[in-house]
């Protein structure tokens, strides 16, 4: 799908113009047309497709599953609402003065209000051998295409980067019974989300699959033969020999047109609660934004499918006139072999953790204690533990570290 029927390709006048077609992007136009939002909606994306979903590109997708399920709304959702989507078309300057928005076909178009909704992209590895053919990186569905390809035809890779991206290739690798190592830099995996004990399970089910695990190591430089990627070589003298190499060390937030145009930006573009920019006209949700965050106390810059549609949802009621503060709790998940980890809340380090079910069985919940106050649950297997955790931290009501010990104890009772 490219270019909709809304769109005449000749409309350059818009009340609303919303770049960047993702989750955050999708709800800012979608919440604003449910909200009253009677003006003329664009949504201008980059990428070909219908607006999708991410996160199974690490997932089903690597193995050949969920292919067809991706899109977020049916082609007939922007008909029906009147969203003009333009598709495969990217804002490359933004005139606030002028409110309007230049593409890279040299058309512009004028918008009443703007918002911002253009994500993140995978960080560069900074290394010799990095442009190497073979090493890739996992972002986009054409990202995933190209990955799913290499690795069909791949006997070893190598993940460089133990995070949640990192390590869900690596268990779909493993399934399609291939050689894998994985390099971290950091001391744990998952380390800057989840606590030492999730890390800990998360390693001793990964090398229980096979994996081969290197923390606190660096990639020094990929080596490579005509070309081609063939060995990563680490810090520690490894050389760590392959045919492919994914590169999964973070996300960078897409900032660079908020910022030339002279919004503030701080590790993501900075909005309020309403998700408003330093400039009244202008709005930004999901993965780019930098937000005041109730659960954690204080701004972060959240990845997450929950924390991009909520937002954009939010910021779409705000742009049409019905306000409404974002504060939703934050929560993610990830999927592993037969693992799936869901966390709920934010810790922000130094909480007590009470164990709620049993490690052995592979099914259990951390449930994260600052203070008196319940931060966050992480659940392995434990879906339940995970949805009401959801609506006690968002309601401020929560089992004292006894009840949450207490295997007999029915969380049921506090909702
Ligand atoms: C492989 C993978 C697995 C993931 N798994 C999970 C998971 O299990 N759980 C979870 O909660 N989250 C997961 N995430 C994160 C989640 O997908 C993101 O948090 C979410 O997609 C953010 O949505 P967004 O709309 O803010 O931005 P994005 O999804 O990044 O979309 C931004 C869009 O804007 C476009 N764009 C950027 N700049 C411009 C421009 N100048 N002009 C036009 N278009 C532009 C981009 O190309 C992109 O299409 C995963 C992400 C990836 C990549």
């Known amino acids: 799908m490219s270019t909709s029927p809304a769109y005449s390709g000749t409309d350059t006048d818009f009340d609303l113009v919303v770049i960047g077609a993702?989750?955050?992007?999708?709800?800012?136009?979608?919440?604003?047309?449910?909200?009253?939002?009677?003006?003329r909606i664009a949504l201008v994306g980059d990428e070909t497709e219908l607006p999708y979903q991410r996160p199974p590109l690490s997932k089903g997708f690597l193995l050949g599953k969920a292919g067809a399920n991706?899109?977020?709304?049916?082609?007939?959702?922007?008909?029906?609402?009147?969203?003009?989507?333009?598709?495969?078309?990217?804002?490359?300057?933004?005139?606030?003065?002028?409110?309007?928005?230049?593409?890279?076909?040299?058309?512009?178009?004028?918008?009443?209000?703007?918002?911002?909704?253009?994500?993140?992209?995978?960080?560069?590895?900074?290394?010799p051998g990095a442009e190497l053919d073979g090493v890739v990186t996992l972002r986009s569905i054409e990202d995933a295409q190209a990955l799913s390809e290499r690795l069909g035809a791949a006997a070893a890779i190598v993940i460089i980067g133990g995070g949640f991206i990192g390590l869900e290739a690596a268990s779909a690798a493993i399934a399609l019974g291939k050689q894998v190592s994985v390099v971290e830099a950091g001391t744990r995996l998952i380390g800057h989300?989840?606590?030492?004990?999730?890390?800990?399970?998360?390693?001793?089910?990964?090398?229980?699959?096979?994996?081969?695990?290197?923390?606190a190591t660096k990639v020094e430089r990929i080596e490579g033969k005509d070309g081609k990627a063939t060995a990563v070589l680490c810090d520690d003298g490894t050389r760590l020999a392959c045919d492919l190499v994914l590169s999964a060390v973070g996300a960078v937030p897409n900032t660079e047109l908020a910022a030339a145009?002279?919004?503030?930006?701080?590790?993501?573009?900075?909005?309020?609660?309403?998700?408003?920019?330093?400039d009244p006209a202008i709005f930004a949700a999901g993965d780019c934004t930098s937000h005041p965050n109730v659960f954690a106390g204080r701004r972060l810059r959240l990845s997450s499918v929950q924390n991009a549609h909520d937002q954009g949802r939010a910021a779409g009621g705000t742009i049409a006139g019905k306000p409404e503060a974002y504060r939703s709790v934050p929560w993610f998940w990830s999927d592993q072999y037969d693992v799936k980890l869901q966390m709920v809340g934010l810790a922000n380090g130094g909480s007590t953790d009470i164990l709620r079910g049993s490690v052995e069985d592979g099914r259990f919940s951390l449930f994260r204690y600052e203070g008196d106050r319940l931060a966050a649950i992480e659940s392995i297997n434990k879906p339940a533990d995970h949805m009401?955790?959801?609506?006690?931290?968002?309601?401020?009501?929560?089992p004292t570290p006894e009840q949450a010990a207490d295997p007999g104890f029915d969380l049921r009772s506090l909702a």
Not at 261 to 278: H, Q, Y
């Open 22 to 39: 993702s989750y955050a992007g999708v709800g800012v136009a979608g919440a604003a047309r449910e909200a009253g939002f009677s003006g």
């Open 70 to 127: 991706l899109p977020l709304k049916a082609a007939s959702f922007y008909e029906e609402a009147g969203i003009a989507f333009i598709a495969g078309r990217r804002a490359v300057a933004l005139d606030r003065q002028a409110r309007q928005v230049l593409l890279d076909d040299g058309s512009a178009l004028r918008f009443g209000t703007l918002a911002l909704t253009t994500g993140a992209r995978a960080a560069a590895l900074r290394c």
């Open 193 to 215: 989300a989840v606590s030492p004990e999730i890390s800990a399970y998360m390693h001793r089910i990964h090398a229980g699959h096979g994996v081969t695990i290197r923390l």
């Open 261 to 278: 145009a002279g919004l503030a930006v701080e590790d993501g573009i900075v909005v309020d609660d309403f998700c408003r920019t330093s």
């Open 388 to 398: 009401m955790g959801r609506r006690l931290i968002a309601a401020g009501r929560w």
